[in-house]
């Protein structure tokens, strides 16, 4: 059974950083696609960044491609969350999520992971 330990949310200010973790214990095999989905109040949780564990390809949402960083640590099963130039509309839910690859990308849909982190708050006041 994987389970997924999310950290390092809380509050920042338009314009700041910040960098959420997230580890999985439990089997995530190479190959798989690991990812951080965003939750904002009254809205559907969106894929914002997705990564492939052997390969390390990444993916990332229009809205959030030159802020957002993803990437592994040394240990394929630890996955971090860059987050640049804070935007209101960061806020939200922040939740890692694991699952197998179903094609040469990781993709957005939250059906293609199987296993989810309780997710991590994140607030930016502007």
């Known amino acids: 059974q994987v389970q997924l330990v999310e950290s390092g949310g809380g509050s920042g200010q338009t314009g700041g950083s910040l960098i959420l973790s997230c580890v999985g214990s439990?089997?995530?095999?190479?190959?798989?696609?690991m990812g951080w989905f965003r939750q904002a109040p009254g809205k559907e949780r969106e894929g914002v960044a997705r990564i492939i564990t052997d390969s390390g390809a990444t993916f990332y949402t229009d809205s959030v491609k030159g802020r957002f960083t993803i990437s592994l640590a040394n240990a394929k099963n630890t996955v971090y969350l860059q987050i640049n130039n804070l935007k209101p509309e960061d806020t939200g839910m922040y939740y890692c999520?694991?699952?197998?690859?179903?094609?040469?990308?990781?993709?957005?849909?939250?059906?293609?992971?199987?296993?989810w982190g309780r997710g991590t708050q994140v607030t930016v006041s502007s």
């Open positions: 999520a694991a699952g197998d690859r179903r094609g040469p990308r990781c993709y957005a849909s939250v059906d293609h992971y199987t296993y």
């Open positions: 439990g089997y995530i095999a190479s190959g798989s696609c």
